[in-house]
């Protein structure tokens, strides 16, 4: 696999209308930088998935402008990119009678032996499952190993961990943070779980209906507590993952106040 060159991701005015004729994404332009791993904040529906479905050139971006890594995705193959998102999740070879060494095998785990090995670790994988006879949250886990085996410059991730129990979700993301920090790689990750998530991020974009309206470090959106403040680690973690948590309530608060009454919400009082 060739590195992307600088695996920053760019956006500039993009609008997205689904063949429907809904609209997905309103003149969305923002940029983070390569090694960097940015939240993706919005209410349901706000547009997240359709963002990434287009940054992952699955979708044609009829408006505006995308660079990946310096690459359109929809013209250009997407080398050093991975994207694991809905269809990702729903693939139905995971539920089969097969086992995990042969999936693993399957995606390159042979090739990649010494990421395959820390990946059964961190994620705690027994190699002797079947996987017609796991948990979801065991299937999940193989499910990210087989996604992630492959080296990648740029990670776009849709929600993939709401299977994973709390540790298992926390030394994954510790070690994609290790990723981003070693080997200088970028990840755009939507969620709505930020328990636990307040040192994660390097970045944060808040999406509100269809549109990046915030967009930046995230010391812009927490500045650094005082010394006095951080006298004790374990309350400043908690501090500030319970602002995290509250940023997000309160943006999606005034979503929920600009977005208005649902247009279907007359037809029930009928
Ligand atoms: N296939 C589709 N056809 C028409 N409209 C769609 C389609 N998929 C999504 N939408 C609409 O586009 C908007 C953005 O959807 P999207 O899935 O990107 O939201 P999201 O932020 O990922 O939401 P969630 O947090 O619920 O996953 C929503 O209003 C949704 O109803």
């Not at 510790?174 to 390097?202: M, S, V």
């Not at 999406?207 to 967009?215: D, H, I, K, N, V």
Request: aromatic share 6%.
């Amino acid at each position: 696999m060739s590195d992307l060159p600088t695996p920053d991701i760019s956006v500039a005015d993009l609008s997205y209308t689904y063949p429907n004729g809904k609209k997905g994404l309103s003149n969305v332009s923002f940029h983070v930088p390569s090694s960097s791993r940015t939240l993706l904040i919005g209410s349901n529906g706000a547009g997240k998935s359709t963002l990434l479905r287009l940054l992952a050139g699955k979708t044609l971006a009829r408006d505006g402008k995308i660079l990946v890594g310096g690459v359109d995705p929809f013209k250009q193959g997407l080398e050093g990119v991975t994207y694991l998102g809905v269809e990702w999740v729903l693939n139905p070879i995971v539920r089969t009678d097969i086992s995990v060494t042969e999936l693993l095998h399957s995606v390159g785990g042979s090739y990649y032996t010494e990421r395959r090995d820390e990946l059964i670790s961190i994620l705690d994988i027994d190699v002797d499952w079947r996987m017609h006879a796991v948990s979801d949250g065991e299937r999940r886990r193989v499910q990210l190993a087989m996604g992630l085996v492959r080296p990648w410059s740029i990670l776009l991730l849709d929600e993939v961990t709401v299977d994973l129990d709390c540790l298992a979700r926390w030394r994954f993301l510790d070690w994609l943070k290790q990723e981003t920090e070693k080997r200088g790689c970028t990840i755009i990750y939507a969620t709505h779980i930020t328990d636990g998530l307040a040192n994660w991020p390097t970045h944060l974009v808040r999406m509100t209906l269809g549109e990046a309206r915030q967009c930046g470090p995230i010391a812009e959106f927490f500045p650094p507590q005082s010394k006095a403040e951080t006298a004790h680690v374990e309350d400043a973690v908690i501090g500030r993952n319970s602002s995290l948590l509250g940023l997000v309530m309160r943006w999606q608060a005034e979503d929920l106040v600009e977005r208005g009454p649902r247009p279907s919400a007359k037809k029930l009082q009928n």
